[in-house]
């Protein structure tokens, strides 16, 4: 099959999904299970050999489609991969199966409904990432509201519908001043160019006054921050993670937190780089923070769910770190660090979700030495807590090591040149690591280890379906950590344009392009 | 003039005048000889298609020079509003059945609307204001389901009939600076340094204003759009407004805009949208609710005259048409209850997922585009309007008018949340579907989905 077709395909099948789920007959639940996963198999099997057909030397777009869309405006239906969201279109699809799989059993309410929110918010951030025109982009950005503020909302736990009108509000709040940044945005181009269009391509060749790009940068970065989520922006998260279902938290950690981080990587950053350039030590800061202020918060909670989720606020941090640090190996680790924390945290969140639907309470102190009552779960929660700490071999060390050794190398000239405060902000971020082992092996020790205590006596351990779920996203998380040369080598062309677009001055002297 | 114009280029007008003429025939015959539904609808369509047809074909013609004219793009405009009509009328079946008098009043109602859209003089577009909104006073109070009902006409025929006054006020300033009633000479009078032209323009602004409900002129709409019934709510928040802001379109043209008159236009729908968007947090009527919306998407509407003259038409054309189809669309789909009262009240909406899902997720869908929230229609309605602010170089206005928007996502969720997260009231009775309002409702979610898929086609129509 042709190749542009297939990705078309992969983008439209959760649509198609959904067409088949409505299609049944009411009162088949079962039936409603096996069509989603199916869709969801096919939907990843047909990603993987796009995947294998990424050709890793060539720069810019692979399998493109481009059409007319709105063509008054200049708007087209534009969609690729490339090496920015090759990795992360494998992650959505890797993950799809999984969510589906692991809700079998916790979801008896609306099946049909919540298997359609899944598909759709499936589709809207496989469409946000393939993207390759801003207005496209947009659509997609947006459309993962609503199924998202469903899934919570009607799936969720007691203070549910506080933390989905949190999430959205938030969320929506960012949105619309990138709205308006994105028409200036346009509306610039044309100015100075006289194109009218929303094509990325385009985009990055608008010269814009520092000031000007600022502004703009600041509306993009509220968007994408909220989304990350950075700190001091972060406080819709715990209470969506929490009030969430199991497949609710997975989706929002596993794929649409990495919306954020890759917006600023394709987008926020490479358009505007004289501003992330004056802003780099704000930038590094915030994520600095992130990494350290996630990580404490993660300490001292009581409540499962939170650990995780502020957990993410912390893993994230490197993510922004690598990214500032405009260092090859940061850029890297970045992209790697979103796809090792998706795995992770998907596999944490899926686990507390399998313990939850056997006890029904997440708060930790309710639990102890599951290690002698669920000998299998002990285990993988055991391989996931070290994968989360980043030990060798597994995915989260290649991730955070690279962040790190990238934002040494790039804080090291500068050193010399007489600034210490990014190689400060390199060694905080180190502390980070030791905090993330520290709140991981305590609440690990806590939960697996001591005397044994759960809510109920008789916990039955790990059936062959969550079994299956838990070593998949295993085997994926040592596959990554054992040989990352091979995603590494279809990043290393986008890793190096990103470089150079956010390293070459593109501003104009002010005033002149109005 | 020859009359084979005149036939010709009012086609649709005159389908509706049959219309008109029929129903009366119905109505003093003694025996019920035909559906007075089944008529209004079947002529309302047709002259929607003729008016849809004659644009297609490309026809033009000023059969009375200087005081009506036909364009392609007009017809265009005409066809959409009247199609837009015909949902209105599938919804009357619940309410008011085969009463004749409903129909008759909403058809000269109709034919007011649409002489507006080709008025080329004040006299035209005076007798259209006046023929559009004289038979809605009386269609607010024709179901009398409250006795807040008559207080509610009363207080809009009070407000309508100050809006023709300012308005005559502002035409007559007008023909006294400059001599004439042709429209073109407000265009004129808005670059004009003259007061007394300045003054008239205000006026009739400000009349525009009144008609459309924009704050502070906004109070008589939620009180009206309460005491009426669904399809006359429905006609007055879609057709009416539509017309309304057409008519303004085909005031103001492409003329350019003083930085007064910016100023004018901009402010107060800002405050319309922020103020709009607010109260509609408050309020337990969904009527109401629509109604504070509905002074809202007025604010986005006048908006569009901040950009440059040749956007201004497509930006309100294609505006009318998402944010009517989506709100007919939730009208259709709101349960069924004998009690109006209680049928009103949006805790009647709680769990009604669990009882039909077909309308649940249909008013979902409404309210989710009246929102603004891509990839649904009233996205690219509202990207239209502030891409042109924008592009007119009135950032600062486009930015408000954005976070103002935001507002109002609060209270369209709301409603979702009622649709699905909230359990069923054991009270609630059963939804019983009626196939006209089913009807109407898949008449609007064509275009619905039309349009959010191939906005561009759209736009490239207008």
């Excluded at chain 1, 102890?368 to 929660?381: D, R």
């Excluded at chain 2, 059963?430 to 109407?440: D, H, K, M, N």
Aim: contains cysteine; aromatic residues 12%.
């Amino acid at each position: 099959m042709d190749n542009a077709i297939m990705l078309n395909l992969v983008l439209y099948l959760p649509l198609l999904g959904i067409a088949m789920l409505a299609a049944l007959p009411a009162g088949h639940e079962d039936r409603v299970r096996s069509t989603s996963f199916g869709v969801m198999v096919a939907q990843l099997f047909l990603t993987v050999i796009l995947y294998l057909r990424f050709d890793p030397n060539v720069a810019g777009l692979q399998f493109e489609t481009r059409l007319p869309w709105i063509s008054d405006w200049g708007v087209y239906y534009q969609i690729g991969l490339d090496g920015y969201n090759v990795l992360l279109v494998l992650l959505t699809a890797f993950l799809g199966p999984l969510v589906v799989a692991g809700a079998f059993s916790a979801i008896t309410k609306d099946v049909k409904l919540f298997y359609a929110m899944v598909f759709l918010i499936q589709f809207a951030m496989l469409g946000t990432f393939v993207a390759q025109d801003l207005f496209l982009f947009y659509v997609f950005w947006e459309t993962m509201l609503i199924p998202m503020f469903l899934i919570i909302g009607i799936w969720g736990g007691e203070r549910r519908i506080y933390a989905t009108l949190k999430f959205v509000l938030y969320t929506a709040f960012g949105s619309i001043l990138m709205l308006a940044a994105v028409i200036y945005l346009v509306y610039s181009l044309k100015q100075t160019t006289g194109l009218t269009s929303f094509a990325f391509a385009d985009l990055y060749r608008v010269r814009l006054p520092v000031d000007v790009q600022s502004i703009l940068l600041f509306a993009f970065a509220l968007s994408f921050a909220i989304k990350v989520p950075m700190v001091p922006l972060h406080t819709w998260l715990p209470d969506a993670h929490v009030e969430a279902p199991t497949a609710g938290s997975v989706i929002l950690a596993g794929v649409l937190l990495k919306m954020g981080t890759y917006g600023f990587m394709k987008l926020g950053f490479p358009l505007f780089p004289d501003a992330t350039r004056a802003a780099t030590p704000l930038i590094m800061a915030l994520a600095v923070v992130s990494i350290v202020y996630g990580a404490c918060l993660a300490l001292v909670q009581t409540d499962i769910k939170k650990i995780i989720a502020y957990s993410s606020i912390s893993h994230l941090g490197y993510v922004m770190l690598g990214l500032a640090s405009l260092d090859l190996l940061g850029i890297q680790g970045a992209v790697i660090q979103m796809v090792s924390h998706g795995l992770t945290a998907a596999g944490l969140f899926l686990m507390v979700g399998m313990i939850y639907e056997r006890c029904h309470t997440r708060e930790l102190a309710a639990y102890g030495g599951l290690a002698k009552i669920m000998p299998v779960y002990s285990v993988f929660f055991a391989i996931l807590t070290l994968a989360s700490i980043g030990l060798p071999t597994t995915s989260g060390f290649t991730g955070e090591f690279l962040v790190l050794l990238g934002a040494f190398r790039g804080a090291w000239p500068i050193y010399q040149q007489g600034d210490a405060f990014p190689l400060a902000m390199s060694v905080i971020a180190v502390s980070g690591v030791v905090l993330g082992a520290l709140y991981m092996l305590w609440f690990a020790q806590r939960f697996l280890f001591g005397l044994a205590k759960a809510p109920h006596s008789d916990l039955t351990d790990l059936n062959l379906r969550e079994k299956t779920i838990l070593a998949t996203i295993v085997v994926a998380i040592f596959a990554l950590g054992l040989y990352p040369q091979e995603p590494l080598r279809k990043t290393e062309v986008a890793a190096k344009q990103y470089q150079q677009l956010v390293g070459t001055s593109r501003t104009t002297v002010a005033g002149s392009a109005r | 003039m020859s009359w084979q114009a005149a036939l010709i280029a009012m086609l649709p007008e005159h389908l509706l005048l049959a219309g008109i003429v029929l129903l009366t025939l119905i109505e003093i015959a003694p025996r019920r000889w035909a559906s007075p539904l089944a008529v209004s609808a079947v002529l309302v369509a047709a002259a929607a298609l003729a008016a849809a047809l004659m644009s297609l074909a490309g026809y033009a013609a000023a059969p009375f020079a200087g005081h009506f004219s036909v364009t392609p793009t007009t017809l265009l405009a005409k066809a959409i509003v009247l199609a837009l009509t015909v949902p209105v009328v599938l919804l009357a079946r619940d309410d008011f059945g085969d009463d004749g008098q409903f129909y008759l009043l909403l058809l000269s109602s109709l034919y007011g609307v649409s002489l507006l859209l080709s008025a080329d003089s004040f006299l035209t577009l005076f007798l259209g204001l006046e023929l559009m909104s004289l038979p809605v006073y009386a269609l607010v109070l024709l179901a009398f389901r409250r006795p807040e009902s008559a207080e509610a006409a009363l207080k809009y025929l009070i407000l309508g009939g100050t809006a023709t006054a300012t308005f005559l006020m502002g035409a007559s300033l007008l023909f006294g600076s400059s001599g004439t009633l042709a429209l073109s000479t407000f265009a004129k009078a808005l670059s004009a340094n003259d007061v007394l032209a300045q003054a008239a323009v205000v006026l009739i602004i400000l009349s525009f204003f009144l008609k459309a409900a924009v704050v502070p002129f906004h109070t008589w709409a939620p009180d009206a759009y309460e005491a009426a019934s669904i399809p006359v709510t429905a006609y007055m928040a879609v057709v009416i407004k539509a017309g309304v802001l057409l008519a303004a379109v085909r005031l103001v043209g492409q003329a350019p805009l003083s930085s007064t008159m910016v100023d004018l236009l901009a402010i107060l729908p800002l405050i319309s949208i922020v103020w709009g968007n607010l109260t509609a947090m408050r309020q337990s009527s969904f009527r109401r609710m629509i109604a504070y919306s509905s002074i809202a998407h007025a604010g986005y509407l006048y908006y569009a005259f901040l950009g440059a003259g040749d956007t201004r038409f497509t930006a309100v054309v294609f505006y009318v048409l998402a944010y009517g189809v989506m709100n007919l669309l939730a009208f259709a789909s709101l349960p069924r209850s004998a009690d109006d009262n209680a049928r009103d009240h949006l805790d009647h909406l709680r769990g009604l997922y669990q009882r039909d899902p077909f309308a649940a997720l249909m008013i979902g869908m409404a309210m989710l585009s009246l929102a603004g929230i891509p990839p649904l229609p009233g996205f690219v309605a509202k990207f239209l309007i502030f891409k042109n602010v924008i592009a007119a170089g009135y950032t600062l206005y486009a930015v408000l008018g954005l976070v103002g928007s935001y507002l109002g996502i609060y209270f369209y969720l709301r409603v979702i949340q009622y649709l699905f997260m909230s359990t069923r009231e054991p009270t609630a009775e059963a939804v019983i579907t009626q196939r006209a309002a089913l009807g109407a409702g898949v008449l609007c979610l064509i275009p619905a989905v039309v349009l959010s898929v191939f906005p561009g086609w759209v736009i490239g129509l207008l």
